[in-house]
């Protein structure tokens, strides 16, 4: 369905009934309360301005007006965003596509023949299990909104399900949209070919074109990371352990999710390296432990890690003392305001800048791209290309030599 066309609809009684569905699915009061807060907004903007028609273009003006910034920006208030958009789809599709946490386990009993089915077809062709939290994720989207839409099972699957599905898509950025639409297609062939589809619904799929731009990626200077890494207190067990995590996506350029997953024996002290198997890639990795990062996590183990069976090296600093969640923007956001470092041109500031910043640093003394390829452990020569679209002159050493 096309978001500008419009809806007239009554916003109170609207956001009455979608907080009683939330409910129904068992949503959390806290988030409940924290959307709330975004529809309340919203309300006394309708009413204050004499809104008549529900249209996209009243959500992006009202987010303007309230937040100062377009909906649907990435790098801004998450709470703000899924509001709005809960709001237009249930308003447009009387449902509630529920975001799959990827600690949800089990599909629905049926679907989970096809759905699980079609995820080992998907391991034997070789993607990373990192890769396949992702695909999970998106099919219990897919299966939560044809269940919803009165699809017994898969079988019963119509091409009028199928578009409308891909009409709910439209709130999402053309980039997004095409990564849930070929997966689609790749379930879509994959269930007609072992027969749980009768007809080969995969020819409605619409093609969506996204234009290949270079993005920059956001990178900090070494008087940036130097200034990040002296903001942290060390005098605490949490920031002798936001330190130890800091440096090695500074110092070793480690993905967060490497980080946080690595584990004692990932560690070989004797001979001062790390040995990691990537998750985003599955490609094994090995790196120099330096001295500076070495010495910062040995402070954190001896001095700021709870006592806790737990075989990974990063834990959480309160009971039941487990692995970390993969998200740390707070964390450095938290770094970075109190260092005083800016970030220019709305770009993200999130844990992979210091990756992005260790790359480009390399660069900046012309390392070869295969041996920054290899640091990195990009499987795509052209992931590591990108960097080529940074001023380099604007550069200073690389992050692997920073003074902590």
């Keep these: 369905m096309d978001r500008s066309q419009i809806a007239t609809f009554d916003p109170k009684k609207t956001i009455f ?3 009683q569905r939330l409910n129904e699915m068992a949503y959390s009061q806290a988030t409940i309360d924290r959307l709330d807060s975004v529809w309340r907004n919203f309300i006394q903007y309708w009413t ?10 009243t959500m992006q003006e009202f987010t303007v007006f309230r937040y100062g910034y377009v909906l649907g920006d ?3 208030a998450h709470n703000v965003n899924r509001a709005m958009n809960m709001l237009w789809d249930f308003t447009w599709y009387h449902q509630v596509f529920k975001q799959s946490s990827l600690s949800v386990v089990h599909f629905h009993h049926e679907y989970q023949d096809v759905f ?3 995820l080992s077809y998907l391991r034997d062709k070789g993607y990373s299990e990192g890769s396949i939290r992702t695909f999970r994720s998106r099919l219990m989207q897919i299966q939560n909104f044809i269940k919803n839409d009165g699809c017994p099972n898969i079988g019963a699957l119509t091409t009028e399900c199928v578009e409308r599905y891909t009409a709910s898509l439209s709130h999402n950025s053309p980039k997004t949209i095409a990564r849930k639409l070929r997966l689609l297609k790749s379930f879509l062939e994959y269930a007609h070919n072992n027969g749980y589809v009768p007809e080969p619904l995969v020819p409605i799929i619409p093609q969506v074109h996204v ?12 008087e940036d990371v130097a200034t990040l890494l002296g903001s942290v ?9 936001d330190y130890a995590i800091l440096s090695l996506a500074a110092c070793l350029g480690l993905r967060i999710s490497d980080i946080v997953g690595l584990t004692f024996d990932e560690i070989d002290w004797q001979k001062k390296r790390l040995c990691i198997v990537q998750q985003k890639t599955g490609k094994l990795v090995n790196l120099p432990l330096t001295e500076e990062v070495g010495w910062a996590i040995i402070d954190y183990l001896q001095n700021g890690r709870p006592q806790s069976d737990c075989d990974h090296v990063f834990i959480k600093h309160c009971a039941p ?13 938290k770094y970075l305001q109190k260092a005083g470092i800016k970030c220019h041109n709305g770009k993200a500031t999130g844990m992979h800048a210091l990756r ?5 640093s390399m660069l900046a003394q012309k390392t070869p791209l295969p041996i920054i390829s290899g640091t990195l452990g990009h499987t795509d020569p052209h992931s590591t290309e990108t960097y080529l679209g940074i001023g380099l002159h604007q550069l200073r050493e690389c992050a692997l030599e920073v003074d902590i």
Excluded: C, W
């Design 74 to 76: 990435k790098d801004k």
């Design 233 to 241: 207190d060390r005098s605490n067990p949490l920031g002798k352990r």
């Design 48 to 57: 204050d301005t004499h809104q008549t028609e529900f249209t996209e273009a």
């Design 321 to 333: 003392y487990d692995v970390l969640s993969p998200s740390m923007y707070r964390t450095i956001q």
């Design 356 to 360: 992005h910043s260790l790359a480009s």
């Design 116 to 118: 699980n089915g079609f």
């Design 17 to 19: 009934q979608l907080k």
């Design 211 to 222: 234009p290949r731009n270079i993005h920059l990626p956001t990178v900090f200077t070494k």
